[in-house]
C-alpha cells in the first residue's frame, strides 16, 4: 500500500498513528468484548506512481482502508485484539500500479513499564489489480512495542516493530523493522499538526530477492482537524526515499492529500 495509509496503519497496529488515534491508541475499558470499526479513505497525488527509479510517472489514486475488530481483556494490562482488514489502490492512469491486501489477524497487548508491548499474527492475501489477481499468500509475525510522552501541546509516540513474512513465494520472504517518531502538536480547539518520521528497513531471505536488503527513509508534515471524537480529517505531505544494495530499487516520491478517518 501506500505510505498515507500506510503511516496510518503503521501508528494503528502498534497502539500509536496515519489516523491510527482512533484505530489503535486506546484501550478498552470493559472486560466484555466489544465489536467496533475503523474506515479511511484517501485520495492522494504521488510524484512515483510506479516506485521506479527512472520512470517516474505522476498520478492520482484513492484508498479506502477498512477494518472490522473486537476488543477484550484477559486483565488489567492484557488486551487482545481479532480483526479484518483490507484496502486497495486505485490509479486513475497507471492502472498498473494497482494493488489489494486483504487479512485476518489477532494480537495480544500488554503495558510493561508504560510501554504499550504487543505480539500480532496476521494472514494477509496480496493480489495485483483491485482484487484481481492473487499476488501471494503471507503469514505475518511481529513484535512491537510504544509509548507515549506528553510535553504541553506535544504528543511524542516512539515506536519500534520488527517482525518476519512467511510466504509461498519465496521473493516475498523477509525480515523487517520499523522505527517511528509520531508527534502530534495542539493547536487551537480540533486543530492539531502531526509529523511522522519513519525508517523501515528490509532483509529478504529467498528466491531472486534472497540477499536484498532495502531501507526506507520518509517523513510527514499534516494538519489535522478533528470533526468529531470519532471522526478526523487530516492532510498530509509525505517524502521517501528508498536505498538498496540492487541500485535500481533505489527511487524517492512525494505524495500529499487529504485523508478522512472514522471510527464507530
Same mark, same amino acid.
Given at each position: 500500500?501506500? @505510505?498515507?495509509?500506510?503511516?496510518?496503519?503503521?501508528?494503528?497496529?502498534?497502539?500509536?498513528?496515519?489516523?491510527?488515534?482512533?484505530?489503535?491508541?486506546?484501550?478498552?475499558?470493559?472486560?466484555?468484548?466489544?465489536?467496533?470499526?475503523?474506515?479511511?479513505?484517501?485520495?492522494?497525488?504521488?510524484?512515483?506512481?510506479?516506485?521506479?527509479?527512472?520512470?517516474?510517472?505522476?498520478?492520482?489514486?484513492?484508498?479506502?482502508?477498512?477494518?472490522?475488530?473486537?476488543?477484550? @481483556?484477559?486483565?488489567?494490562?492484557?488486551?487482545?485484539?481479532?480483526?479484518?482488514?483490507?484496502?486497495?489502490?486505485?490509479?486513475?492512469?497507471?492502472?498498473?500500479?494497482?494493488?489489494?491486501?486483504?487479512?485476518?489477524?489477532?494480537?495480544?497487548? @500488554?503495558?510493561?513499564?508504560?510501554?504499550?508491548?504487543?505480539?500480532?499474527?496476521?494472514?494477509?492475501?496480496?493480489?495485483?489489480?483491485?482484487?484481481?489477481?492473487?499476488?501471494?499468500?503471507?503469514?505475518?509475525?511481529?513484535?512491537?512495542?510504544?509509548?507515549?510522552?506528553?510535553?504541553?501541546?506535544?504528543?511524542?509516540?516512539?515506536?519500534?516493530?520488527?517482525?518476519?513474512?512467511?510466504?509461498?513465494?519465496?521473493?516475498?520472504?523477509?525480515?523487517?523493522?520499523?522505527?517511528?517518531?509520531?508527534?502530534?502538536? @495542539?493547536?487551537?480547539?480540533?486543530?492539531?499538526?502531526?509529523?511522522?518520521?519513519?525508517?523501515?528497513?528490509?532483509?529478504?531471505?529467498?528466491?531472486?530477492?534472497?540477499?536484498?536488503?532495502?531501507?526506507?527513509?520518509?517523513?510527514?508534515?499534516?494538519?489535522?482537524?478533528?470533526?468529531?471524537?470519532?471522526?478526523?480529517?487530516?492532510?498530509?505531505?509525505?517524502?521517501?526515499?528508498?536505498?538498496?544494495?540492487?541500485?535500481?530499487?533505489?527511487?524517492?516520491?512525494?505524495?500529499?492529500?487529504?485523508?478522512?478517518?472514522?471510527?464507530?
Amino acid at each position: 500500500m501506500r @505510505k498515507l495509509n500506510a503511516l496510518a496503519g503503521a501508528v494503528g497496529l502498534l497502539g500509536m498513528q496515519p489516523a491510527l488515534a482512533s484505530d489503535e491508541s486506546g484501550q478498552p475499558s470493559l472486560q466484555r468484548p466489544t465489536w467496533s470499526a475503523f474506515v479511511s479513505f484517501a485520495p492522494t497525488y504521488s510524484s512515483n506512481a510506479l516506485f521506479s527509479r527512472s520512470d517516474r510517472r505522476r498520478d492520482v489514486y484513492v484508498e479506502p482502508d477498512v477494518m472490522l475488530r473486537l476488543d477484550g @481483556k484477559l486483565s488489567s494490562d492484557l488486551s487482545y485484539r481479532l480483526y479484518g482488514r483490507s484496502s486497495f489502490n486505485a490509479f486513475n492512469d497507471e492502472n498498473f500500479a494497482n494493488e489489494t491486501y486483504a487479512l485476518l489477524g489477532a494480537r495480544l497487548t @500488554k503495558t510493561l513499564w508504560d510501554w504499550r508491548t504487543s505480539i500480532s499474527y496476521e494472514h494477509r492475501f496480496e493480489y495485483t489489480g483491485v482484487f484481481e489477481e492473487l499476488s501471494f499468500i503471507a503469514d505475518d509475525l511481529q513484535i512491537s512495542t510504544t509509548r507515549d510522552y506528553s510535553y504541553g501541546p506535544f504528543t511524542v509516540s516512539p515506536t519500534v516493530q520488527f517482525g518476519y513474512r512467511f510466504a509461498d513465494v519465496a521473493e516475498a520472504r523477509r525480515y523487517r523493522l520499523d522505527l517511528l517518531l509520531p508527534i502530534e502538536a @495542539k493547536l487551537v480547539s480540533r486543530w492539531s499538526i502531526v509529523s511522522t518520521p519513519m525508517l523501515e528497513a528490509y532483509w529478504y531471505t529467498g528466491g531472486l530477492n534472497d540477499g536484498r536488503q532495502d531501507i526506507v527513509y520518509s517523513t510527514s508534515l499534516g494538519l489535522r482537524y478533528s470533526i468529531a471524537s470519532n471522526i478526523s480529517l487530516t492532510t498530509s505531505a509525505i517524502y521517501e526515499w528508498r536505498t538498496s544494495n540492487i541500485p535500481l530499487r533505489h527511487y524517492h516520491d512525494f505524495e500529499i492529500g487529504p485523508r478522512l478517518d472514522l471510527a464507530f
